[in-house]
């Protein structure tokens, strides 16, 4: 595989097999079409960055029917809400801001009703739709190079440009930057957040390693790419959200701005696991062929004393651990989930049927296998009467563990 910046050759460390698309949730009768690709991962030395070998077509990924709503979680709706609060701190009241991946506009939607200029750019047009539904100015449009040329007002104009989950899903870094560096103002910032490489090591939680997920960050890799488009990093804030984010602060590097200390003390700590350097990836292998063998061992043990199986919520990080596990439906009998394109179909790869989550109490299943922990808070206060009514949970990061 080639380094996506430098384009030189590394060889990737380790291999979760025949993958499908992520959200390619398909009706029985698309089965047979069904497109894989081999998920394998590398790590480019120079830049300390973890990425993905062989990635689909990002129009494969983000279509017009993408099936996943920002607020579809209301969780994720107050995070935005303090995301967008804390992000005044770099505006004044003439700002401009861009969001990259505006999604159904949840973040953007805070800054309604303000005299600050607000646009996202967002590829999949059933979500973007949305957005502009309620008064956002979304843009239907991958957010490069080519597709900024009308927005002369933005030019070096933009005092924050901004995402959430969104640059780790795109393969081509030196646009995305040379596009921020078109823009941002003389002292904006360019903050993102991103599921982040030191909590998928220690967790072990692989899945967050799927086609859309092409790079999993850390405070080092974002120093040293920064670095290569003359900005500099100033701040890193750890983030709860997906089971462990970091929210990367970039500027010029000219800029006035100061470092916080936060930058030294993450990336020191960084240093001292190895993520800086390729040593990590012999444990991180290793760690996940034994969460692989642990929960395969435990969901046949529950099969075989005949538990009806359910798995909670058909999420895209679902899709690596049911196809790199080699779990179907003879072990999870069905996955309940909330979003309307994916009830009715079947799972990606693995082809568990999906049902209407209203249905998950009356399905009774002994055995939910928390597909959504990253959710977990929430959805156990959701769900108190399944635990009540004797339900039990199976999660698998760090371990495997039925409660
Ligand atoms: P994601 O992890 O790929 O973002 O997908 C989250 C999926 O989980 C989405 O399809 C909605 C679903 N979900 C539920 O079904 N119930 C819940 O309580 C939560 C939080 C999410």
Known sequence: MKCKITGKKIIPFMSFGKMPIANGFLNKNDFKKEFFYELKVGFSEKFSLFQLDEYPSIKKMFHKNYPFYTSSSNYMIKHFKEYANWSKKYLNSK?????????????????KNTNIEAIGFEPSKNVSDIAKKKGIKSINRFFNLENISDLKDFKTNTDLICG??????????INLFNTVDKLLSKDGVFVFEEPYLGSVYEKNSYDQIYDEHIYIFSGVAISKIAAEFDLKLIDLIPQSTHGGSMRYVVCRKNSKKSQSKNVNKIISY??????????????FKNNCEISKKNLKKKLIELKNQNKKICGYAATSKSTTVL???????????FITDTTPE???????????????????????????????????????NKEKIYKFNGGKWLTFFPRVKVW
């Open 95 to 111: 700002s401009k801001i861009i969001e990259l991946g505006s999604n159904d506009g949840t973040f953007l939607k805070n800054f």
């Open 164 to 173: 959430a989950n969104v640059v780790c899903h795109i393969p081509d870094l």
């Open 270 to 283: 960084e240093k001292k696991i190895n993520l800086d350097n390729s040593q990590f990836c012999k444990n």
């Open 323 to 333: 196809n790199y596990c080699n779990i179907g439906p003879e072990i999870i009998d």
């Open 342 to 380: 994916k009830i009715g179909k079947y799972s990606p790869g693995s082809h568990i049927p999906i049902i209407d989550h209203k249905l998950f109490l009356k399905e009774k299943p002994d055995v939910s296998v928390l597909f959504a922990w990253n959710h977990a808070k929430e959805i156990m």
